[in-house]
């Protein structure tokens, strides 16, 4: 590294006397400033520390270099992407549009079948999906929690939800009773009332009668995605 040779000779310093203030060997010194040797990460946060500059002063590089590429990376990245990076810099993320062949959906916070009204808890989240995963109609999406409709939809996925239809007899969608928000089956009676909310598992039971107290149709499930983070 010339820059690292530089820095040490404008100090003052012999090649021997830098490796004893770092605990190297002067043969080491010398390897590192001819190229022919890198000195690892934590090294070079030791001489960096030791120079009073930063790392990419002492590689001898603008630091635009490398900082230009990931801000496009993240610029061109979908929304769950930026929203992890976001995370794990400890800063807001703020849900811009989403990127090309995407698309920003909203998706309730209280997943189906939870034992929570879906109107419990107003907020939700904005997620971006490949634009072909997200059918024309869907208004927002709900998470699945559960087996109970195996083998037509699956736990963890997201249900794309239209609340501008009303139910059919036999048709999937989502339903808030008393007791929580559900994906089911509907069933109509004779009379055109609701008569009982199926799943497609046949582990499960039928919910009827008092259980249907506060039944509310919020909309059909038109169909389903897993979400981009799902492992």
């Not at 037509?152 to 036999?170: M, T, Y």
Request: charged share 25%; glycine share 10%; net charge negative.
């Amino acid at each position: 590294m010339e820059r690292m040779q530089a820095l040490r000779k404008q100090r003052g310093l012999s090649q021997a006397a830098l490796g004893e203030a770092l605990g190297v060997k002067q043969n080491t010194i010398s390897q590192w400033e001819n190229g022919s040797r890198q000195p690892d990460a934590k090294t070079l946060a030791l001489l960096a520390d030791f120079f009073g500059i930063s790392i990419d002063a002492l590689l001898g590089r603008d630091a635009q270099e490398w900082l230009h590429p990931l801000l496009d990376a993240y610029l061109r990245a979908p929304g769950w992407a930026r929203r992890r990076v976001c995370r794990l810099l400890g800063i807001a993320y703020l849900c811009p549009a989403a990127a090309p062949g995407w698309v920003t959906c909203a998706i309730y916070r209280d997943p189906a079948a939870a034992g929570a009204p879906l109107d419990a808890s107003p907020d939700w989240d904005n997620m971006d999906f490949p634009a072909q995963d997200v059918p024309e109609g869907a208004r927002f999406g709900v998470r699945i929690l559960g087996d109970s409709m195996e083998p037509a939809i699956h736990d963890g996925q997201i249900a794309w939800v239209d609340d501008r239809v009303e139910l059919s007899d036999g048709e999937i969608g989502i339903f808030r009773l008393e007791s929580g928000a559900v994906c089911k089956r509907l069933r109509l009676g004779a009379n055109g009332r609701a008569m009982r909310l199926e799943s497609i598992n046949p582990a499960y039971a039928p919910i009827t009668g008092k259980a249907l107290a506060g039944l509310e149709g919020v909309g059909r499930v038109i169909g389903t995605a897993w979400p981009p983070d799902a492992p």
